[in-house]
Nanobody, 123 residues
Framework: VQLQASGGGLVQAGGSLRLACVVS????????TGWFRQAPGKEREFVAT????????YYLDSVKGRFTISRDNAQNTVYLQMNDLKPEDTAVYYC?????????????????WGQGTKVTVSS
């Protein structure tokens, strides 16, 4: 199973980016998918997750109302739309797949991980 994340880049504060994560090697049906991030010198933290059917999205409090997680199971792709970006959103963003559809914020519950895409927000 491979996860390929893309869409990161450099953006000014207040701008937007859309991250995509293409999964190959298994279907996304009946899995939950999540996004995590890791800023320099900090631990990896949960950002968002969504159930296999696209329902019940769950977000880190600091990104609620600004980020939207979505998925296209037919295309085996997960998205993270990020609006009103802030310098504190700067991090490497990772997508992940949980085979048990736990809708978890714990990284240990995820079975497969992408390589990460870097997001830099300038002030």
């Amino acid at each position: 199973v491979q996860l390929q994340a893309s869409g990161g880049g450099l953006v000014q504060a207040g701008g937007s980016l859309r991250l995509a994560c293409v999964v190959s090697g298994r279907t996304l049906y009946w899995t939950s998918t999540g996004w995590f991030r890791q800023a320099p010198g900090k631990e990896r933290e949960f950002v968002a997750t969504v159930q296999w059917n696209g329902r019940a999205p769950y977000y880190l409090d600091s990104v609620k109302g600004r980020f939207t997680i979505s998925r296209d199971n037919a295309q085996n792709t997960v998205y993270l739309q990020m609006n009103d970006l802030k310098p504190e959103d700067t991090a490497v963003y990772y997508c992940a797949v949980d085979r048990q559809n736990l809708l978890s914020s714990q990284s240990t519950d995820y079975d497969y991980w992408g390589q990460g895409t870097k997001v830099t927000v300038s002030s």
